[in-house]
């Protein structure tokens, strides 16, 4: 096995995604790496960390237990309003 050098402050940044992706070190900086060499072929597997895959399977189970959802026309207003809504406030 070889080994990189990373500077303190990115080998920091580096330690915290990890750790926030349930992965360690290595792990995290291979599978960066793999990505960035496979190219221009779309893989959002890196995107789908425990804490993701846990927050979806509990949507998932509030909405068969039946927890109210939104139709795509109301998903549009909601978001319609909100960007309007956020737009009013941060936009000069």
């Known amino acids: 096995m070889e080994s990189i050098s990373i500077p ?3 080998f920091a940044k ?3 995604e990890a750790k926030a992706s349930g992965l360690t070190v290595s792990e ?3 599978r960066i790496i793999a990505l960035e060499l496979k190219g221009d072929e779309e893989n959002f597997d890196h995107l789908f960390t425990p804490e ?3 927050e979806l399977k509990q949507i998932s189970d509030e909405i068969d237990a ?3 959802t939104l ?3 109301e998903s549009r207003l909601v ?3 909100s960007r309007a809504e956020w737009l009013k406030k941060n936009a000069g």
């Open 71 to 73: 139709s795509m026309k």
């Open 28 to 30: 995290f900086v291979s």
């Open 79 to 81: 978001l319609a309003e």
């Open 66 to 68: 039946g927890a109210s």
């Open 52 to 54: 993701v895959v846990a």
């Open 8 to 10: 303190n402050g990115l």
């Open 14 to 16: 580096v330690k915290r």
